[in-house]
């Protein structure tokens, strides 16, 4: 109830920008960087979270000083925006290296990621930041987030409903499932763009969305609780698909997702695994 609740808080206050710094690329960096200091998959997913939050907070706060630097360039005074853009590209991978030591602080197990490590990273890219500037850009993030870091991910979402389906009697195989939704829960961020286009399309029913009809999409691509059915009931279907038609009742009755949300992510999925439109 309580990932429910903080789900439905999210969706309803979405910024417009949200998604914006979830590119491939970006995630892609992210996950073998945590993977090359032996994050566990939690801190990495994190990482991705803080770093979107982070992003749109700071964008939102220049666009906010450009505008109320307009008067002020007029006499003369004040920043261009190219030069505060250029403040964004200089410290986005100094920013995002804060925001992976911060997901490995908020971890449960003992491999932090300190001063050293990062610094040592980012020496080997040739860039010649101080450790009083590692430890400033950490504070610059949990400042603009106003030290709310501990952010739900949707593999929190995808644990729960795999305890409460086991719970509720519906009897799988626990660890290969859970496995094979760390894989899904991987390919889904590397390719959320193309897979939430698939479903746009299939929800409207047409190939060619307008921007009001993406616009609106956007708390789709937002749900977290949509995304961990998806991945759950995509998972079965691969590993048992027996139990495929049983396990998406579970999940409909557990969070009020529809089956055929359910049955249509699970398609969008699919198609961009095996590579086919073919139903």
Excluded at 190 to 199: A, C, K
């Amino acid at each position: 109830i309580r990932l429910a609740t903080e789900n439905e808080r999210y969706l309803s206050d979405v910024s417009d920008q949200a998604g914006r710094f979830k590119e491939t690329q970006i995630v892609e960096f992210i996950f073998l960087l945590s993977e090359k200091w032996h994050l566990d998959q939690l801190a990495r997913y994190q990482a991705v979270e803080l770093l979107e939050r982070f992003m749109i907070k700071q964008v939102e706060q220049i666009c906010k000083s450009s505008r109320e630097n307009v008067k002020s360039r007029e006499q003369g005074r004040g920043s261009s925006w190219s030069s505060l853009k250029d403040q964004i590209y200089d410290t986005f991978l100094l920013r995002l290296v804060s925001c992976i030591q911060l997901a490995s602080k908020l971890s449960l197990h003992y491999n932090i990621v300190n001063s050293d490590t990062a610094l040592k990273f980012l020496q080997s890219l040739k860039y010649t930041y101080t450790k009083q500037e590692l430890l400033e850009s950490e504070l610059a993030v949990l400042e603009t987030l106003h030290f709310q870091i501990n952010v739900s991910t949707p593999l929190a979402y995808v644990e729960l409903l795999l305890e409460v389906l086991g719970h509720n009697g519906c009897l799988l195989p626990a660890k290969p499932l859970h496995q094979m939704c760390m894989q899904l829960l991987d390919f889904s961020y590397l390719r959320r763009d193309t897979i939430y286009d698939t479903l746009l399309k299939i929800a409207i029913e047409n190939s060619t969305p307008s921007k009001l009809q993406v616009a609106k999409f956007l708390t789709v691509k937002e749900d977290f609780m949509l995304l961990a059915v998806g991945i759950i009931s995509t998972s079965v279907f691969i590993l048992n698909p027996g139990h495929w038609k049983q396990v998406v009742e579970h999940l409909n009755c557990i969070t009020g997702v529809t089956s055929q949300s359910i049955l249509e992510f699970s398609y969008a999925v699919l198609k961009h695994i095996v590579g086919s439109s073919t139903p």
